[in-house]
């Protein structure tokens, strides 16, 4: 089976062809990084906009790709939430509508879903159970995933997004947006033994967490201490290390309270070198088996879309003719 995979859930325009026995055929991802780069943030209307200029373009692309012709596909898979409502309604219009007009099933992909299972997208490929991790500029989450479609949020942010805090704190360094990965290269030249941020919510026993205290201590730090490259570097070191280190403790505290020995990374922060570094570590003093997407896809991607909703159209899911986008939704309330 050929499906085509739409993710359009919030500033990247991607498709994939996945095929169920030969793997991922092809995949492109158009990022609006540039567009919304002026405003320091996602501007919703821009993000609709644009996917609806760039999708068409896109598929013909991945479609030429992958050396097929749109009637050999035989499913389509598309982003239905949680994300950016008009966004969304992009990928979810053209896939319905498309699925529609070539008489072939279309099913609508929870985005966190899509973000769990993209490891398996790799050779080495985890198995259910395990815990995830989801680490994106939109969430952080501790995710007990009991099997496919079954999904227990154990631990979350009670504030900004893990990503956000990246992306905010490297705003006050002066670094462009998303300044996630930049901030990430900053800190290289950071002094570890200059600043020590606090580790929010270390202390209390549970497995929430929150960030922006980290990104107000930042703030107070540049005042004092002044802005000079160095100083920046310094920063950025110890906000990194403080985010890597309570991400640690947490996962550390979730695989001994659930007792799951496979840990998955899902999320644009994954990417993140230090944080892989220190799970690795966790992971072999708890004899835990750890699993990573590649960078690519950890960030938003069609390829994870394609490959859940190819999952869920073998179980025999889809939609009905009703194109409908969820803005949020818990993968808790998912259904199996
Ligand atoms: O998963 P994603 O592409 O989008 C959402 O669904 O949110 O994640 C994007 C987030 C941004 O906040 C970006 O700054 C962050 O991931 N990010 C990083 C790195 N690469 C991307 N954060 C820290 N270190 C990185 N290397
Ligand atoms: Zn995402």
């Known amino acids: 089976m050929y499906i085509l995979g739409l993710e359009t859930s919030c500033d990247e325009t991607s498709l994939a062809i996945y095929h169920s026995e030969r793997g ?17 943030g996602v501007v919703p209307e821009r993000a609709s906009r644009d996917h609806v200029q760039k999708i068409l373009p896109l598929l013909h692309e991945t479609l030429a790709s992958a050396e097929i012709t749109l009637q050999q596909i035989d499913g389509i898979a598309y982003t239905k939430g949680p994300g950016l409502v008009g966004a969304l309604l992009v990928g979810a219009t053209l896939g319905r509508t498309l699925a529609f007009a070539l008489g072939i ?3 609508g992909v929870h985005h966190l879903e899509g973000h769990l299972l ?14 995830g991790l989801l680490v994106s ?3 952080t989450e501790l995710i007990a995933a009991s099997e496919f479609g079954r999904y227990q949020t154990i631990g979350e942010t009670l504030d900004d997004a893990v990503g956000e805090a990246f ?3 490297a705003k006050l360094l002066g670094l462009p947006y998303p300044g996630g990965a930049a901030l990430a290269k900053l800190a290289e030249q950071g002094n570890p033994q200059r600043f020590t941020f606090p580790k929010p919510l270390l202390q209390k026993a549970n497995l929430d967490f929150s960030f922006s205290g980290l990104k107000t201590f930042a703030r107070n730090t540049l005042q004092t201490e002044g802005c000079d490259m160095q100083t920046k570097a310094d920063i950025a070191y110890a906000f990194q290390h403080a985010v890597v280190a309570t991400l ?7 695989l001994l309270q659930t007792q799951l020995k496979t840990l998955v990374i899902a999320g644009g922060v994954g990417a993140n070198t230090a944080l892989r570094q220190q799970l690795a570590k966790l992971c072999a003093a708890l004899d835990v088996k750890l699993y990573f997407p590649r960078p690519l896809f950890c960030t938003d991607n069609g390829a ?6 190819w999952l869920r159209l073998r179980q025999g899911a889809q939609e009905n003719l009703a194109i409908k986008v969820i803005p949020r ?8």
């Open 24 to 40: 991922l055929l092809a995949h492109n991802i158009y990022s609006q990084i540039a567009l919304h780069h002026p405003y320091g």
């Open 105 to 107: 099933p279309a099913v």
């Open 118 to 131: 993209a490891a398996q997208l790799e050779v080495e490929s985890p198995e259910f159970p395990f815990l």
């Open 137 to 139: 500029g939109g969430h």
């Open 167 to 169: 992306d905010k704190t």
């Open 248 to 254: 640690s403790k947490k996962c550390e505290r979730a």
């Open 304 to 309: 994870m879309i394609a490959y859940a909703g």
């Open 329 to 336: 939704w818990s993968l808790d309330d998912l259904q199996s």
